[in-house]
């Protein structure tokens, strides 16, 4: 099946590394003109090398501020991935509210703040678009030390059926993909690098290992695209069955 972005203007948040970066690689290569968000100027450094077509803008997203001046100028957008997410691994009874807040205000607050920009542009142009939130497994399933994660996560999720509703009549549809785990640098920070802990998650994973990187991208293009256009307020579940059980 071969998706096209031709013409399309796509704007990623975290886009510095991990899915975020492979999904702004991957829609410049169907055709989009990206526009790529980090919080770290050497990593869209390194991204616009690799792809000079992408248009790189460094802010830090849990600055309400500063994210609406830098998203100022850009536009108009198609198509809208909010990747950027951070993750706090501490005990329940460890977390702190500075934890909470940093988690929340990347995780939940900055994809309300970049959507309600982008959708507002969507709206005044007329033309509809398609937003895909990059949600988690974790919404639905807790894990041990990810306390205050899986309350962000579960929050997106429930945040991306909000959206779709009120959105939908915009022809805006809204959706999210629930990864497992992605060995990504986040996901060895979570400690699943450790062969036994990745074992007590990837023995619940009928398919018996954890997703990849590009998997979780052509789900998000996916949902981007035009093959996709009833598909709206749904949490997509790429976790290898994890979840039927």
């Not at 970049?114 to 007329?126: D, E, F, K, N, P």
Request: charged share 20%; with cysteine; net charge neutral.
């Amino acid at each position: 099946m071969e998706i096209s972005f031709k013409g399309k203007e796509a704007l990623v948040t975290g886009a510095g590394k991990g899915i975020g970066r492979a999904t702004a690689l991957a829609l410049a290569l169907c055709g989009a003109n990206v526009t790529a968000l980090s919080r770290t100027q050497a990593d869209l450094d390194s991204l616009v090398k690799e792809c000079p077509s992408i248009v790189p803008v460094c802010v830090d997203l849990a600055d309400w501020k500063a994210t609406e001046a830098a998203l100022k100028n850009v536009g108009p957008i198609d198509l809208l991935i909010n990747n950027a997410a951070c993750a706090i691994r501490q005990p329940f009874l460890e977390a702190t509210p500075d934890q909470f807040d940093q988690s929340f205000n990347v995780n939940v607050k900055a994809v309300l703040n970049v959507s309600q920009i982008v959708a507002r542009g969507m709206i005044a142009r007329g033309y509809g678009g398609s937003i895909v939130n990059v949600s988690s497994k974790a919404s639905q399933r807790a894990l041990k030390n990810h306390a205050v994660y899986c309350a962000t996560k579960a929050a997106l999720d429930m945040l991306t059926k909000a959206m779709a509703l009120e959105l939908g009549p915009h022809q805006i549809r809204v959706n999210s993909v629930n990864p497992t785990v992605v060995m990504t640098e986040m996901g060895r920070q979570g400690g699943w690098s450790d062969p036994e802990k990745a074992k007590t998650m990837t023995s619940r994973i009928p398919l018996g290992r954890f997703a990849e990187v590009d998997e979780v991208v052509n789900s998000i293009l996916f949902l981007l695209s035009d093959k996709s256009t009833m598909t709206n307020g749904v949490s997509l579940p790429l976790d290898g069955g994890f979840l039927a059980w």
